[in-house]
């Protein structure tokens, strides 16, 4: 079977990514936190599947979608979404793409979504982020693409 790239969203009230005391992404009021993770057989055409989807999920406020009332996402790389600890007390990361295949693919995310219209914060790929999020409900959603 193939792997399918995963995102996790959720539904904020505001978000913001932080590195090295840097505020490098944030958004205000209610849109989508998304963390977005990439495996070895993934593609821009699931990327853009991605980016589809967020713009369109009906999981904001009375069932709409970022599309409907222009709501912001934060978009962060999370290549821990592909960690394994089905044996052992440690983790595998075997599953998740390596940098150099992963970036591309969550760069073409945010540049499909801002391609739709979307506003979208990004976090910084391969850095120490610190996540921050008021989560609206709370609301969290699994896709896999």
């Not at 978000?15 to 993934?42: M, P, Q, Y």
């Not at 910084?124 to 896999?144: C, H, I, K, Q, Y």
């Amino acid at each position: 079977m193939m792997g399918r790239m995963r995102a996790v969203v959720q539904r904020v009230d505001g978000a913001s990514v932080v590195v090295e005391g840097e505020t490098v992404g944030k958004i205000t009021g209610e849109g989508l936190c998304v963390l977005v993770g990439v495996t070895h057989d993934d593609t821009e055409e699931k990327a853009a599947q991605l980016a589809r989807k967020l713009w369109s999920l009906r999981i904001l406020r009375e069932e709409r979608s970022c599309s409907d009332v222009d709501a912001p996402l934060l978009v962060i790389s999370q290549f821990t979404l592909y960690g394994d600890a089905r044996k052992g007390r440690r983790p595998t990361w075997n599953a998740a793409a390596p940098g150099p295949v992963a970036e591309p693919l969550v760069d073409e995310v945010v540049a499909r979504l801002r391609a739709l219209g979307a506003t979208v914060e990004t976090g910084r790929f391969g850095a120490e982020m610190r996540v921050s999020l008021a989560n609206d409900g709370p609301f969290t959603v699994l896709l896999e693409i």
